[in-house]
C-alpha cells in the first residue's frame, strides 16, 4: 500500500523509525525534510493569497484530525509550515509520513 492509503492507529504507539526505514518514507514524501536534531519532518507549502492558505489549512486540519495525529502548522499570508514528530514516541514514527503522504495528497489536487 502506499503512504497515503495507509491509517494511523488509535490502539498503540508506533515504533520510532530506524534510519533505513526513515531514509526510505522521506523518498515517498517529495518536499518534506528531515531534522535529526529536533527528530521531525517539515514542509513549506505557498500559495496565491490568504484565503487559499487557509483552505489548504483547513483542508489539512479535516485530514489529519480524521488520523488523530496532529501537526504543528505556522501560518502567513501566502504560505504555512507544517511538521510532524510523534511526541509520544520521542522521534519520527510511520504515522508522521503518513500524514505527510496524506497531505501532499491535497498538493495534487491544486
Same mark, same amino acid.
Given at each position: ?29 517529495? *518536499? ?16 496565491? *493569497? @490568504? @484565503? ?19 501537526? *504543528?502548522?505556522?501560518?502567513? @499570508? ?33
Amino acid at each position: 500500500m502506499l503512504l497515503h492509503e495507509l491509517h494511523c492507529s488509535t490502539d498503540s504507539t508506533p515504533q520510532l523509525l530506524n534510519k533505513e526505514d526513515l531514509n526510505k518514507y522521506l523518498k515517498e514524501v517529495s *518536499n518534506w525534510d528531515y531534522s535529526q536534531e529536533k527528530q521531525l519532518i517539515s514542509r513549506s507549502f505557498k500559495f496565491k *493569497n @490568504y @484565503y487559499q492558505t487557509l483552505a489548504f489549512v483547513n483542508a489539512a486540519a479535516w485530514i489529519i484530525h480524521q488520523q488523530n495525529h496532529h501537526p *504543528n502548522i505556522e501560518i502567513g @499570508y501566502n504560505k504555512c509550515h507544517v511538521s510532524f514528530t510523534t511526541h509520544s514516541a520521542g522521534g519520527i514514527t510511520i504515522f508522521d509520513f503518513i500524514c505527510a503522504a496524506r497531505i501532499n495528497q491535497l498538493q495534487q489536487e491544486r
